[in-house]
């Protein structure tokens, strides 16, 4: 997919679509939440930078010592603060502090489906175009890696897989994308490939 046949107003386009929301349970029908279980508010930052002819997805590597997801790939992002003011609020500050982004540096496109975790978050990804210039900085008490993955890539369903293991006594089924030595999978995936559908949806 190049810049020709991908450009933003379609996926301003996908991001205006109805939402209907995702889940890490919707490869496990059998394993559900508990009944009245309250899910905390999250946001993220889906970041994209223009390399030459098409678009980069901008991604981090968590750090290795930290207490929750360590070394897992993730978008800046993260739970709402009372200080941040709105969803969108909390995925700029996650941004500023694991890899430097100024808020005027950013462009927000728009946002895509709520995701729940399993981990009682309920988490609302936006959409961002980063200026060209832009050079990331991470915060290594949180980030151990920042790096690209080509958003055609991100972008094609082919991509995808299907994979499973053990958590809690119990199978549980989940996405992964690899990418290279890298290995996204759960919310982050799941993430994904919800944007993947929306720019195939007519």
Same mark, same amino acid.
């Given at each position: ?116 975790? =399993? ?5 609302? /990804?936006?959409?961002?175009? +980063? !200026?060209? $210039? ?5 915060? #290594? @008490?949180? =980030? ?5 993955? /080509?958003?055609?890539?991100? +972008? !094609?369903? $082919? ?5 499973? #293991? @053990? ?22 995936? #799941? ?12």
């Amino acid at each position: 997919m190049d810049r020709h046949c991908f450009n933003l107003s379609r996926l301003q386009r996908a991001l205006r679509a109805p939402a209907g929301g995702s889940s890490d349970f919707d490869l496990n029908p059998g394993v559900r939440p508990p009944a009245g279980r309250v899910s905390r508010p999250a946001s993220v930052l889906v970041p994209l930078v223009e390399r030459g002819a098409g678009l980069n997805l901008l991604l981090t590597r968590r750090a290795a010592l930290l207490r929750h997801h360590p070394g897992q790939i993730a978008f800046p992002g993260g739970k709402q603060d009372p200080g941040d003011g709105s969803a969108l609020g909390a995925a700029l500050r996650e941004a500023r502090e694991e890899i430097g982004l100024g808020p005027e540096q950013v462009e927000i496109l728009g946002h895509f489906d709520r995701h729940e975790t =399993v981990t009682h978050f309920t988490i609302t /990804p936006f959409v961002g175009l +980063l !200026d060209a $210039g832009f050079v990331p900085v991470a915060d #290594r @008490r949180e =980030v151990d890696e920042i790096f690209e993955v /080509p958003l055609a890539f991100v +972008l !094609d369903p $082919g991509n995808f897989q299907i994979h499973g #293991r @053990r958590w809690q006594g119990a199978w549980r089924r989940y996405y992964a994308l690899p990418y290279g030595p890298h290995y996204i999978w759960g919310a982050t995936a #799941r993430m994904l490939r919800t944007l993947s559908d929306r720019m195939r949806d007519p």
